[in-house]
């Protein structure tokens, strides 16, 4: 009995031993540390750039430039436009102006008569084309005043003077005539008359509403321009000169 229990306290203190040194070494001895990954290494990052906040008026910075941009560029347009309509459409010229134009530039071919009797014809024939609608320039002289008679757009002195006019230029323009320098400045003046007597329209005249005939005025003017004498006073020296 002692036997047993001297080997069961020996086995006893032997265990003790070993779950002392079991206990020492898990004192003693660290824990093996785990393997580090490369994720661990990367822990520390970059500062990041810093965020622009948004300005909520820029939107309309942007607007108000592109708005302002179209509104310049619709105004060039514009402008380019009324230019080029400007160019295109130019201001016309009335029949007289062009046919005195004409009667002015003829004037240098006064040397020439044939030259000069074809440019002042032409320039009167195109004038009465354009201010009457008379088909004048591609007719001859006889069927041109043969239609003329017709119309009621010049008075009858006008007309015989315009018959006179254009015969005189057809002797010189086709039958070889010479005449003197005096003569064609005599042709010049009598389109010049022409021209400047149917220039503008003849006002309308109306009867009064009375039916008592107009009352003619004082002046007259004659036929150089110049005003001539008051009626009355005329008549008066008439009278004293008959009592003289």
Request: with cysteine; net charge positive.
């Amino acid at each position: 009995m002692r036997l047993r229990s001297g080997v069961s306290s020996r086995h006893a203190s032997g265990a003790g031993c070993v779950d002392n040194m079991a206990s020492n070494s898990g004192i003693l001895i660290p824990p093996p540390a785990p393997p580090q990954t490369v994720a661990s290494t990367n822990d520390i990052r970059p500062i990041k750039p810093p965020v622009a906040v948004p300005n909520p008026w820029l939107w309309v910075f942007w607007t108000a430039g592109i708005l302002l941009t179209l509104a310049l560029i619709a105004a060039a347009v514009a402008v380019w436009r009324s230019k080029m309509k400007q160019r295109a459409i130019p201001v016309p010229v009335p029949p007289h102006v062009r046919a005195r134009q004409k009667l002015d530039a003829a004037l240098l071919l006064i040397g020439d008569a044939r030259a000069f009797c074809i440019a002042v014809s032409d320039a009167v024939r195109v004038y009465l084309e354009e201010r009457f609608q008379l088909r004048a320039p591609e007719r001859t002289t006889e069927e041109f005043l043969r239609d003329l008679q017709k119309t009621s757009v010049l008075m009858a002195q006008q007309k015989a003077s315009l018959a006179e006019f254009l015969e005189q230029c057809d002797l010189v323009k086709f039958a070889r005539f010479e005449p003197p320098e005096t003569m064609l400045r005599e042709l010049h003046e009598s389109a010049l008359r022409l021209i400047h007597e149917t220039q503008y329209e003849a006002p309308a005249t109306q009867p009064p509403p009375d039916g008592k005939p107009p009352i003619l005025p004082a002046f007259r003017e004659s036929s150089d321009g110049r005003s001539g004498e008051s009626e009355p006073k005329r008549s008066q020296q008439d009278a004293g000169g008959t009592l003289a």
